[in-house]
């Protein structure tokens, strides 16, 4: 079941990008619908925050946690104005190294584009990790409409369940190999 989330202005600070891989693709040309699509977005909804985020119809073995979105999301922002997105970019086969030029500064790819402040235009600003260019991303999108948030409630998890293994989880195919394990496992006890 897809599930669709309204996130326009203070309801963003219910989404956490921290742990998310984006998918940016560094927009050259700033659309006035922005759509980006990551992985490992969690849905702050833990019984421990003062306003959890209280989401119908999704139950998860550990109710007092925070989700972990283990799938494709899509983040929607409506009438966008301005904004800036900057990827500093490191090796994909080792995060923890940086890119640096010649001067031994970190290599930067970054866009800005330009808009007049008003009271009608909220400000969303995330940190994530960009997959492609692979680096730590900073993105700013300023809007004067809505935001959504769209998601399959298939792909929910505990929070819990990815910290403790968070190379099944963060990776494509982890639902199929549960299902092959859960199926293994029904058979074994109707044999056993």
Aim: hydrophobic share 40%; with cysteine; charged share 20%.
């Amino acid at each position: 079941m897809t599930y669709q989330l309204d996130i326009t202005a203070n309801r963003f600070d219910f989404i956490d990008f921290s742990e998310a891989s984006a998918f940016i693709n560094l927009m050259p040309i700033l659309e006035t619908t922005v759509e980006l699509n990551f992985w490992g977005v969690t849905l702050l909804t833990s019984k421990q925050r003062r306003k959890p985020l209280d989401l119908q119809g999704i139950n998860l073995e550990q109710p007092n946690s925070n989700i972990y979105v283990a799938g494709w999301s899509k983040v929607t922002f409506l009438e966008v104005v301005g904004g800036e997105v900057r990827v500093e970019l490191y090796d994909p086969d080792c995060p923890d190294t940086f890119l640096k030029k010649n001067n031994g500064k970190h290599v930067i790819l970054q866009n800005r584009w330009h808009f007049k402040p008003d009271d009608s235009i909220f400000i969303y600003e995330l940190d994530c990790t960009a997959d492609w260019p692979a680096g730590a991303c900073y993105l700013a999108l300023a809007s004067k409409g809505p935001a959504q948030f769209t998601f399959e409630v298939s792909d929910c998890i505990s929070a819990r369940q990815f910290v403790l293994n968070p190379q099944k989880y963060s990776k494509l195919g982890w639902k199929e190999a549960h299902r092959k394990v859960s199926a293994r496992n029904v058979a074994l006890c109707e044999t056993g």
